[in-house]
C-alpha cells in the first residue's frame, strides 16, 4: 500500500536553492556579542576559531593607507567584553592559513580564481564602494588602485559563483569567505547580496536563512559551527555563530 506524504512534510524536506535537502543542516543563529569599532579602534579584518571552540579571535585595522595602518587584537567569548591582546595568536594563524587559502585542502576542482576587471565610471561617487577603504564596509585598508575616471574591480570566482568582490582594492583573501574543515568539502561565502550562502564542489548553493550583510565567516574546525559579523549599523556589527545539526 502507498501512502502519500504530508505536504508540509515534503515542504521541510525540500529546502535550499536547488530545491532539494540542504547542503548542510544549520540551525538559528545566535548573537554571542555586539561589537563597536570606535570602542575596538578600528574596523573588522580577520576572524578566527580558537581550538577549544569556545573563544574566537579578532583583528581589527585602523587606517586609510599601508603607512598609517594600526592592527589591534582582541579575544572574544560569548556574552563578555571583547579582551585586548598584545598579538595575534599562532592558533590564529593556523586557522586564518587554511580558512582563506586559496584552494580547498589543494583541491584543483576547488581553487579560486581572480577576475580582473576595469570598468569606466560617469562619476567618482561611484567609486566608494571599496570593501577596505570604505567607512561602511572595511576591514583593513590599502591604497586605491584606481586612476580617474576608471574602477578596478577584483572578483574572487569558484564555479562560476563571485565569492568576494574588491572595488579598487588589493584582494583580502578570507574577508568574504571560509573554507569548511577538510571532511565537509564546503565553503560558506558572502554573496554580492550579502547573504552567507554555503556551496559544494559541485557548485549547487544553499542560502543561509536570515544571515545578511555577512562579513568574516569562519567555519571551525571540527565543522559544528560557523561564525561571522552581521553589520547592524555603520559603526556597529553582532558576532553571530550557527551551530550545524
Known amino acids: 500500500m502507498k501512502f502519500a506524504l504530508p505536504f508540509a512534510l515534503i515542504a521541510s524536506m525540500v529546502i535550499g536553492v536547488r530545491g532539494i535537502a540542504p547542503l548542510v543542516n544549520l540551525g538559528k543563529a545566535e548573537v554571542w556579542l555586539e561589537l563597536d569599532t570606535d570602542k575596538l579602534k578600528g574596523r ?40 585586548a ?28 580564481e581572480l577576475d580582473t576587471r576595469r570598468e569606466i565610471v560617469e562619476s567618482m561617487r561611484e567609486r566608494n564602494t571599496s570593501y577596505l577603504n570604505s567607512e561602511t564596509h572595511a ?6 588602485k ?32 571560509s573554507w569548511s574543515p ?11 547580496s550579502g547573504r552567507l550562502t554555503i556551496m559544494n564542489v559541485d557548485g549547487q548553493t544553499d542560502v543561509v536563512k536570515d544571515a545578511k550583510d555577512v562579513w568574516l565567516p569562519a567555519w571551525s574546525e571540527s565543522g559544528d559551527l560557523i561564525a561571522y559579523l552581521e553589520r547592524e549599523g555603520r559603526k ?10
Open 139 to 144: 576591514p583593513a585598508t590599502l591604497e586605491s
Open 44 to 83: 573588522p579584518a580577520q576572524l578566527a576559531w580558537s581550538d577549544s571552540e569556545r573563544e574566537l579571535y579578532l583583528q581589527v585595522v585602523e587606517g586609510t593607507t599601508v603607512e598609517t595602518l594600526k592592527v589591534r587584537h582582541y579575544l572574544l567569548a560569548r556574552d563578555r567584553a571583547p579582551a
Open 146 to 177: 584606481a586612476t580617474a575616471g576608471t574602477r578596478v574591480i577584483n572578483r574572487l570566482m569558484l564555479k562560476g559563483q563571485i565569492i568576494g568582490e574588491f572595488v579598487d582594492e588589493q584582494v583580502f583573501s578570507g574577508y568574504t569567505f
Open 236 to 245: 556597529k556589527f553582532s558576532l553571530k555563530v550557527i551551530s550545524t545539526l
Open 182 to 192: 577538510r571532511l565537509l568539502g564546503l565553503i560558506a561565502f558572502r554573496a554580492r
Open 85 to 112: 591582546l598584545d598579538d595575534q595568536p599562532e592558533w590564529a594563524k593556523t586557522y586564518w592559513r587554511w580558512k582563506s587559502a586559496k584552494s580547498y585542502f589543494g583541491d584543483p576542482l576547488m581553487t579560486i
